[in-house]
């Protein structure tokens, strides 16, 4: 029975280890163009050349899909297990469950249509109820509550919970900090598939049909950096009737009077790229999905430790354990790090930090630093920091920066 139940995993594992893969290599193609179109223009690009170089490597998108198969995957897994142990014993659910299936696949979908992130919620599940068909069930239904509780908790803890999680848990030994690190190496990769507009650190537009520097000024202060190439831009502007037409690649669009716009472009801009945002759902379910696939791991580790006890008792211990992790781990206070943030540090997270704090001080003297540290990072957090420093400095873009 137990290697049934690893070859069911295993097998919607890889399934969404590939489908994770496509996902993010697709997302780096579109990050590559567009990071071609800011290089040519003669823009400082986030991320550099070292990064720029690697992301339409295979090893790229298999390292960096990983977080979405530990998260998405494994939950998948869970859930759909979990919904088809009930069906098993009680067939009247059919409906119910068919019915929750549907909207997700609606959620997923109706500010447009999303293959690849749609393609997790129907083949994982189908594999699931395909692989499982002799296995057999939990017996105990009430094994919902805990998905239910968790998704409650979620909302209410996901603030503190993943940093504290970070500081005292993996930042306290060796294999935590590897693993934290290479979270923080290939984490940004498949955060760009979902990232809003308003989200992403750089982004390109297009202003058609009107001279307006002052637009463009207003643009550079949000980051929308002006090209003139206007086919693969996130934002094209054109002007009608008094009016600013915001569009992006696939035809949404709002309509704004000029004056509306200019009285508050960062309103304007944030309405545009909440319109736009096609992930809302699957962001969402991605951040739950770390909190499932915990509660699955505790799961495995006291069915390993209390084995010789009820299963029952086994998953309601696994229950309890996370609930008392989460609350413990979430009621910490931010965990004070003893090592001087330096620039020279072998820690993303400390040169990170000594970044940041180079941008609260406001000595304007520390942006030639700044940028020298933007250009010859080979990691793309770093270089994130390093240009959130130089914008809280003030400084902005120009097409020789």
């Not at 986030?46 to 170089?53: D, E, K």
């Not at 759909?80 to 009247?92: A, C, D, E, P």
């Not at 393609?119 to 919902?144: E, G, Q, R």
């Not at 609350?327 to 970044?355: D, F, G, R």
Request: glycine content about 2%.
């Amino acid at each position: 029975m137990l290697k049934k139940h690893i070859k069911s995993f295993l097998f919607s594992i890889i399934i969404a280890q590939i489908i994770s893969t496509l996902q993010v290599y697709l997302s780096n193609i579109l990050l590559y163009k567009k990071l071609t179109i800011l290089k040519n223009t003669g823009y400082l690009i986030v991320p550099n050349h070292l990064i720029y170089s690697k992301l339409l490597d295979f090893s790229t998108s298999f390292w960096s899909g990983l977080f979405f198969t530990l998260s998405i995957g494994i939950a998948l897994y869970f859930v759909s297990f979990v919904l088809i142990s009930i069906l098993y014993r009680n067939k009247y659910f059919l409906f119910i469950i068919n019915l929750i299936w549907i909207l997700t696949i609606f959620s997923l979908n109706y500010k447009g249509f999303c293959f690849i992130s749609t393609a997790y919620f129907v083949i994982i599940p189908v594999i699931v109820f395909w692989t499982s068909k002799d296995i057999k069930p939990i017996n105990h239904c009430f094994i919902l509550l805990p998905i239910v509780i968790i998704f409650l908790i979620f909302f209410q803890t996901q603030q503190n919970l993943f940093i504290n999680f970070r500081d005292y848990v993996l930042l306290s030994n060796p294999i935590g900090t590897k693993i934290n690190d290479f979270y923080y190496k290939y984490t940004l990769y498949p955060a760009e598939v979902f990232k809003t507009l308003s989200q992403k650190q750089i982004k390109t537009c297009s202003i058609l049909n009107i001279k307006a520097k002052y637009l463009e000024n207003i643009l550079l202060n949000y980051d929308f950096l002006c090209v003139e190439n206007n086919n693969a831009v996130d934002l094209k502007i054109t002007f009608k009737n008094n009016n600013l037409i915001l569009q992006n690649a696939i035809g949404i669009s709002i309509e704004k009077p000029l004056k509306i716009f200019l009285a508050n472009p960062e309103e304007i801009l944030k309405e545009f790229s909440k319109k736009e945002d096609r992930y809302p759902f699957f962001r969402m379910f991605t951040l739950i999905s770390i909190l499932i696939s915990l509660f699955a791991l505790f799961y495995l580790i006291t069915n390993s430790m209390l084995f010789f006890v009820n299963e029952k008792i086994r998953f309601i211990f696994a229950y309890i354990l996370l609930i008392l992790f989460i609350l413990v781990i979430n009621t910490l206070k931010p965990y004070e790090n003893k090592e001087t943030a330096s620039l020279n540090s072998i820690h993303p997270n400390t040169i990170c930090m000594a970044l940041s704090n180079l941008g609260k001080i406001g000595d304007k003297k520390a942006i030639p630093i700044i940028l020298d540290k933007i250009n010859n990072s080979d990691h793309w957090y770093v270089q994130l920091y390093a240009y959130n420093a130089l914008r809280t400095l003030g400084w902005k873009q120009t097409k020789s920066y």
